[in-house]
């Protein structure tokens, strides 16, 4: 093994390993949107992005069922156990408080006994479709942060779709679709969420894993899963919500993917527990819902960490000079620039991209001629930085940036970002390999490519990606447990 890789590891190591163990707390979670601190200048504010904190948003929706008429009990009827046809005697009457079922009690608290849940009527229109949608509408832009989950009483729904709306219920596009033969249902191949990668996040799927194999008393929910998707960036335990942060900021398409005002259930076909419907007791065919979560935040473009509910509406409580539902404008007077949302970057405190108050013309304010788009900047003495710096004065570079006459992408240096195999680091933005290999860092043999491919003897295999990877954990357990 290369000398240099010994002595890095010794050397680095303990600290990143003690960074990692705190890693989602040094992050922050951008609860506090500003603070007083001390300058050369006297006591002033220091200005964060914030964010409220993740809820449990149900207890701030409506519900509306369409058809208006499909929940059960007007008329009475009986139904039977879908497992067991033989046994019918669960009345559900809507004059009656102990045996109706009412949409309410989808978010009732849970743990009664026996278990509250709406019921819909049952499929006694066969082979009409019994088809129902549940709409959920918050009249506020949230942001989800964990699971949406569907818990079932009455066996989970053989077609399902799952949508949202970003409109407030004008328009809705898909989020994922359920059934127990996805090619059959929606002529769409099924996969799981862990067959998606980074690159296909945004990608809608059909999955089967909430529809097929029926045990009627254990396989009740269905989940849209949203922390499986934040591990894609943040990694299996979310240790890395700075990698996340930094994607949501840089990517609108995925902020917008976990961003709603509404959400829709579909429910298309119910749970038949066989391959045929039995019409002579249509009685067992219904659907039933006990729980449904949905686990998020207001959307307050960074500029709040409040969010109160007041006259049946949610509304973001602004800061930064802003002001609106979701703080999505500046307050009057306070249009010296025009309105951006807050940023997770640079972390841990991100920019607060406060609004300004009007007629402050431009001061100079000694903005680095080259990390900052200008000498000048207004009244409150920021500088609109250049990709890649960061500072007041937009003189220092965030994290794989290199200042030279401003900040440029750092492709390697003689600490962390090693040249391999003998490659020389030219002036940080550049390695120089040798003959025999290629690519970024010099990792790849050269013979890789060739029609042979590389001969096990050649000595020109190097060090692998997860071998390093390995190594590394290896030698943090090692360090700490001396420590």
Partial sequence: MSMWLVLTVQVIW?????????????????????????????????????????????????????????????PPETYCALENPYMCNNECDAATEELAHPPELMFDFEGRNPTTFWQSTSWRKYPKPLVVNITLSWNKTIELTDDIVITFESGRPEQMVLEKSLDYGRTWQPYQFYATDCLDAFTMEP?????????????????????????????????????????????????????????????????????????????????TGATMVDESNLSRYFYAISDIKVHGRCKCNLHANSCVFEKEKLSCECEH????????????????????????????????????????????????????????????????CKAGATGVKCHECLPGYLWDNGCKSRVCDNELLRCQNGGVCVNNVRCQCPPAFSGLLCEKPRCENEAGGCDSDSGQTPLSHSAFLLLLTSACVLLLTRL
């Avoid at 951008?30 to 409220?52: F, H, N, R």
């Avoid at 029926?214 to 990694?235: H, Q, S």
């Avoid at 500046?330 to 406060?354: E, H």
């Fill in 14 to 74: 303990p600290g990143l390993c003690l960074a990692m163990q705190h890693y989602p707390t040094t992050w922050g979670h951008y609860d506090i949107c500003k603070s007083q601190v001390y300058t050369d200048e006297g006591l002033t504010w220091d200005y964060m992005a914030c964010q409220p904190e993740a809820t449990d948003m149900t207890k701030y929706l409506k519900v509306t069922l369409d058809p208006p008429n499909i929940t059960c009990g007007d």
């Fill in 321 to 384: 000079n802003t002001t609106g539902p979701d703080c999505g404008r500046c307050k009057r007077n306070y249009q010296g620039r025009a309105w951006s949302a807050g940023s997770y970057l640079p972390i841990p405190k991100g920019t607060a991209n406060i609004c300004v108050p009007n007629n402050i013309s431009p001061v100079n304010c000694n903005c680095n001629p080259f990390g900052s788009e200008s000498d000048h900047c207004n009244g409150t003495g920021f500088c609109k």
């Fill in 191 to 271: 996969k799981t969420v862990q067959e998606l990668s980074q690159f296909t996040l945004l990608d809608i799927i059909c999955t089967e894993e909430y529809s097929r194999g029926y045990v009627w008393k254990y396989d009740k929910t269905v989940r849209f899963e949203i922390k499986d998707r934040f591990a894609l960036f943040a990694g299996p335990r979310l240790h890395n919500m700075a990698s996340l942060y930094g994607q949501l900021d840089t990517t609108k398409n995925l902020r917008d993917f976990f961003t709603i005002t509404d959400l829709r259930i579909r429910l298309l076909r119910p749970a």
